[in-house]
């Protein structure tokens, strides 16, 4: 089965540096999110983007976070200025036009020390 | 309004057993209810799903319960293993836009 693609699996970085989340979605997807799951907690939804732009933002996307869609197959995830409470689990997750059935993948551990 | 309740938060089950988590909902837009299955290090998986317009749906062992009045769903599973022993999140969804999770149920099944 397809499935999607997310590097690194462990990213440690210092609070306030840039980091930059990648991911490859399934190839014919068209819709791509990203969402983070802080240690023990929920899932929850950060952005949701589709035909090269934002569609929906959540309040924890604030001013630091941005997305891209740089060559047409990577989706990126990049935080201009780390926090130590922007540490959990950052999962990107794609599904096709005409479907729900959204594909998730195994997520990038963010470590902000 | 945009929340999907969710308990327990834990649930420990004998091999054999019933296991059964439910959710509790308000956005009556919601048309899509799916749960998920998160193994320890991994994403979440799409397990079973189910539409407002149908009671219930069976999946092997895996089954949803829907009450539309209610406003709720449950997941129920039928001769729990242990290796069904995972993170369930129930979740969902209205149209294209975003999915909205629950806040998991820890599920152990002992051996």
């Known amino acids: 089965e397809p499935e999607v693609t997310q590097t690194p699996s462990h990213q440690v970085t210092q609070m306030g540096q840039e980091v930059i989340l990648r991911c490859v979605p399934i190839?014919?997807?068209?819709?791509f999110y990203w969402y983070r799951q802080i240690l023990g907690q929920k899932v929850e939804f950060l952005v949701s983007?589709?035909?090269?732009?934002?569609?929906?933002k959540s309040e924890i996307f604030d001013d630091q976070f941005s997305v891209e869609r740089p060559d047409g197959s990577n989706f990126t995830l990049k935080i201009r200025s780390t926090k130590l409470e922007d540490s959990a689990m950052y999962f990107c997750?794609?599904?096709?036009?005409?479907?729900?059935?959204?594909?998730f993948g195994s997520g990038t551990q963010l470590s902000v020390l | 309004q945009q929340q999907v309740k969710q308990s327990p938060q834990s649930l420990i089950v004998q091999k054999g057993g019933i296991s059964i988590i439910n959710c509790a909902y308000e956005?009556?837009?919601?048309?899509?209810f799916p749960w998920y299955q998160q193994f320890p290090g991994k994403g979440p998986a799409l397990l079973i799903a189910?539409?407002?317009?149908?009671s219930e749906k069976k999946e092997g062992r895996f089954t949803i319960s829907f009450n539309k009045s209610a406003k709720q769903f449950s997941l129920h599973i039928m001769d729990s293993q242990p290796g069904d022993s995972a993170t369930y999140f129930c979740?969902?969804?209205?149209?294209?836009?975003?999915?909205?999770f629950g806040q998991g149920t820890r599920l152990t099944i002992n051996p």
């Open positions: 997750a794609s599904r096709t036009g005409g479907g729900e059935k959204l594909f």
């Open positions: 190839s014919n997807h068209l819709y």
């Open positions: 983007f589709y035909n090269n732009e934002i569609s929906e």
């Open positions: 956005n009556t837009a919601f048309d899509y």
């Open positions: 189910i539409r407002p317009d149908v």
């Open positions: 979740a969902a969804i209205q149209g294209a836009q975003k999915l909205v």
